[in-house]
Nanobody, 125 residues
Framework: QAQLVESGGGLVQAGGSLTLSCTASGFTMSRSNMGWFRQAPGKEYEFVATITVNAGRTDYADSVKGRFTISRDDANNMLYLQLNSLKPEDTAIYFC??????????????????RGQGTQVTVSS
């Protein structure tokens, strides 16, 4: 069965950086659009970034554009999220997902096929 496992979260000061990793197994990751979303305490899920098959296109939430970078290594079934210039408002549980689709005016709901258990990112001020 499809499984995603995130790692790399932690506590970092504002302005710092982290690299999140996601290991995929049980499915052919190279055939899936992949992405990250997050959930801050007491808030709903929030889209962060997606990357299409063959890394042809990336898409970012406005709140992270220019600071976060999504990438993939299909040969090793890995997905990454580089987080730079972190802010306290980036504090959240970050989830890796296969088949992630960001909300749109036609479907205002974050949708995914499979997600991991999440990794905590805490940014102190």
């Amino acid at each position: 069965q499809a499984q995603l496992v995130e790692s790399g979260g932690g506590l970092v000061q504002a302005g710092g950086s982290l690299t999140l990793s996601c290991t995929a197994s049980g499915f052919t990751m190279s055939r899936s659009n992949m992405g990250w979303f997050r959930q801050a305490p007491g808030k709903e899920y929030e889209f962060v970034a997606t990357i299409t098959v063959n890394a042809g296109r990336t898409d970012y939430a406005d709140s992270v554009k220019g600071r976060f970078t999504i990438s993939r290594d299909d040969a090793n079934n890995m997905l990454y999220l580089q987080l730079n210039s972190l802010k306290p408002e980036d504090t959240a549980i970050y989830f890796c997902a296969a088949g992630l689709v960001r909300p749109s005016r036609f479907n205002p709901v974050l949708v995914w096929d499979t997600r991991g258990q999440g990794t905590q990112v805490t940014v102190s001020s």
